[in-house]
């Protein structure tokens, strides 16, 4: 502990929360001010972020002390203090968080940044949740940043205001805080069985828990994971996903679409420390549901994605297929499965944030002829219109072709159409169940064969129908008035996409090794914990 | 005293639920505040019942869980007391805007019969 190297794990959480604590003492009506420290804030982060990235891939990835880059506050030994651990998941979700993070706050600076009060403290509120999030090493800690980063959205979703918002908001706020009261009641549960709530040290001692007391704690991780699910989203637990993330202004929507990924983070690393391999007589314990519900998912998306008329839904539907699909995809339990998860994972938080910033500046130009319309104001409800100057700007020239690739890229993104990431994803995450050694291809293979190509087959039928209708079919199109700062932040989301495809390769190869190192969690577990532990839990001791 | 703590659970939880269900903003908060005072007795009854036992350890000793009050638990239930504290705060003000805005307190926004 020592060295200016040694505190940059904990910097992702320090900076946005100072950041965003400094603009709650900065007058609102300074807004240049402000829209400069948020985006200084989240450009730093971006930076911070790719540093632990390639930090995280020097570590090895079969295990030992260095798997894992351990922050302890204070510098309390382990167990006693709060620790942060750094592994290559945590390093990539943190890229993947300040990527949306610059982009959806430089979108907000045309517009949205305007329609309400502290913005962009919120705004680093939320970042600083969500990265906390995915740093935190025990269960307890885990809670505290979920609730920061939902107080955050909660911020978020009623930003612009408007009866919808409020309306949906409620909703929202109502079922996240009956989901916080599940992931405390199972954090209580495991805390009760087991006597610990550091990750690291529940999966060294999930092998050797008592009998009698093994139903208890499953049933507590078996709560808490209900309380992950419902944030992402899985089937029937995700029926409030579509509505409120239609309704959400768009810079929000491309922050908070990540949400749902924090939930799949959340099982995945949970799941696969606690019930992976050395979970002892818990192995595997609820792979099954985690494979049905994704399918379920998955179907449940698909017919979401063919039955909706408004684009803001659109999304929100394909935020469930993405979802069902990571579960699915999580569910089998297989290094190689979870590689292309984690790769699809990282193509689909890109693509459905730039596509809800997409839909935005697409139904600009469709406000005045629209015919569908009626749905969508509906849905935005009393529209705070910014200041008339605010909203000209320089027009650019050739915007809806610009529109209507980037459109087109959204749709082969979602999809998972050759040649973009979506596909290379699909590719990788079928390609091992397809031919295991030797052994004839399982009937759970051809089912997720089959939910992948159908929900593909759906969304590339319900974007062609959007397309055709928003840029051929309409008949009194104006053109939209769009702004640089707001197609610059979609242009970077795609082109991140086809920066994935083009370097599959060495981006394939990092997901490999996390997903080893996942599956593997000793080095997880032997980073955290000090070695040797002096005095092992024994068999039946486990209070 | 378990059974008094597990009964108080109990109840609290089965009113909350009901009160969760109900189709008024004020009934769905108070329901949700019940809960959130189910789930701290819950966090807290998870570290054991003792009476009059320390949770603090006197230097020297060792701590064995007959004498000894757990403080994890009770830390846990103050940060959830302010957490949910927090966001009932913030929910009240939610339910006032969506009363301002639609003029009912039905958690839809409307009426079910209009």
Redesign the interface.
Known sequence: MSGWMDHLTIAPIIIPLLAGALMMLIDERRRTLKAAIGLASALALLVLAILLLLLADGMPAGGGEAAVRVYRLGDWPALFGIVLVLDRLAALMLVLTAILGVAALMFSLARWQNAGAHFHSLFQFQLMGLNGAFLTGDL?NLF?FF?IML?AS?GLA?HG?G?AR??V???Y??IN??A??LF??G???I??VAGT?SMADLASRIAVVANEDRALLEAGAAILGIAFLIKAGMWPLGFWLPNTYATVNAASAAIISILSKVGIYAVLRLWLLMFGEGGGASAGFGGVWLLAGGLLTIAFGSVAVLATQNMARLAGASVLVSSGTLLAAVGTGQVAVTGGALFYLTGSVLGIAGFFLLIELVERGRELGADVLAVTREAFGEDEEADEDDQVGVPIPATMAILGSSFIACAILLAGLPPLSGFLAKFAMLGPLLSPGGAGVSATTWALLAAFVLSGLATVVAMTRTGIDVFWASPAVTVPRVRVVELAPVMLLLAMCVALSVQAGPVMRYMEATARSMHAPHGYVGGVLPTPWPSRPQEGDV? | MELILALGIGVLTGSGVWLLLRPRTFQVIIGLSLLSYAVNLFIFSTGGLRTGAVPVLERGTMGHLATYADPVPQALVLTAIVISFATTALFLVLLLAARGLTGTDHVDGREKDR
Do not use: D, K, P
């Open positions: 307890f505290v609730e107080a909660y009623l205001s009866l409020v309306r908001g409620l909703h706020l109502v805080l009956a916080s009261l405390l009641i954090v209580s549960m805390y009760g709530l209070r």
